[in-house]
């Protein structure tokens, strides 16, 4: 059956930042018709080793920055919603939702580490209804009502909805990947089950590989300094549109670990990890990465924002035969 226009949307540069997954793992942003992402700003920390128990030699600032890499997300499909003259369900029009995460090199092969939600098909589906009711006026009832109930597809008839994803690194000296390229999605573990996915840009000559990051042997301990590491959306919102803003570093330390109701295990820090910053890595004093920024609690005060497991991490490359 061929998709009937049921309304016709309007475009905006709306930004969506916590509509989809988001909600509640609030670091991917999400946004309108963004196509060349902005922008220029953020700054580098000190990543120097002064504790006995970090891994060996430090990691220049550096060659962190030039290992992070900007992630543009695009999920294209149509909506099955309730707007017929007697309240049927039509299809919509063509729904675009555009978001952007950040990533991090993870083995020689291409291979880029980010937080699973920036990639999973059921925040996409999230991420295309919100952008359809960003049109309208509806109560936050409504809008859980129409996650539940309302269908979405693909392109094509009966199809699902597929996340495609693009790299590229701001123009910085070290970056090694100039232009947007698509990337793979290998492996998703869904935020509920540990915000992991691994992606692969195919086709990398080693001369244009950024560098590798390691993942931490040991678990952080709390207390221990860490800094994260990402793009933060809304450095983008005030920086110059017309090229990536540089990464931004935060520096703070390890609160605690903590276990989820469905018991997958992540550690609270209060280093400021924001919306676009997802997927980015959280390194120790010798610059190894101990977890993936997953997620941050809204309506506080004070930072309470969240990183992956460390050991979680290195099983999950291990799994995926990187490193």
């Not at 695009?74 to 919509?92: C, F, H, K, R």
């Not at 793009?231 to 983008?236: I, K, L, W």
Request: hydrophobic fraction near 35%.
């Amino acid at each position: 059956m061929a998709k009937e226009c049921g309304v016709s949307l309007r475009r905006s540069s709306l930004s969506l930042l916590a509509a989809v997954a988001l909600a509640t793992t609030a670091g991917c942003s999400f946004s309108l018709g963004t196509s060349d992402p902005p922008a220029d700003g953020g700054g580098t920390g000190t990543i120097a080793s002064s504790s006995p128990s970090a891994d060996n030699a430090s990691v220049s600032p550096q060659v962190l920055e030039d290992s992070v890499v900007f992630l543009m997300t695009t999920v294209t499909g149509y909506v099955l919603y309730p707007g017929g003259e007697n309240g049927e369900y039509v299809w919509s029009d063509e729904v675009t939702a555009v978001g952007s995460c950040t990533g991090w090199m993870a083995g020689e092969g291409g291979e880029i580490m980010t937080a699973g939600h920036c990639v999973d098909q059921d925040e996409g589906r999230s991420a295309l209804i919100s952008t359809f009711l960003s049109d309208y006026d509806v109560t936050e009832e409504e809008r859980v009502d129409a996650e539940i109930n309302w269908t979405v597809e693909g392109l094509k008839d009966g199809s699902e909805i597929e996340v495609q994803v693009m790299t590229k690194q701001p123009n910085i000296d070290g970056a090694t990947i100039s232009d947007w390229i698509p990337v793979q999605v290998v492996d998703v573990l869904p935020f509920e089950k540990g915000d992991l996915a691994l992606l692969r840009a195919n086709g990398l000559r080693p001369d244009s590989q950024p560098p590798v990051m390691n993942v931490a042997d040991e678990d952080p301990q709390t207390g221990d300094s860490v800094t994260s590491i990402g793009f933060p959306a809304a450095v983008a919102d005030v920086s110059n549109t017309m090229s990536i803003q540089n990464p931004s570093f935060k520096t703070g330390t390890i609160s605690s670990k903590q276990i989820s109701p469905r018991g997958v295990a992540g550690y609270e820090i209060n280093a400021d990890i924001s919306a676009g910053m997802s997927g980015g890595p959280t390194v120790n004093e010798a610059g190894k990465v101990v977890g993936v920024n997953s997620y941050t609690i809204r309506g506080e005060s004070q930072a309470f924002n969240f990183i992956t497991d460390t050991a979680d991490l290195r099983r999950f490359l291990e799994k995926n035969g990187v490193g």
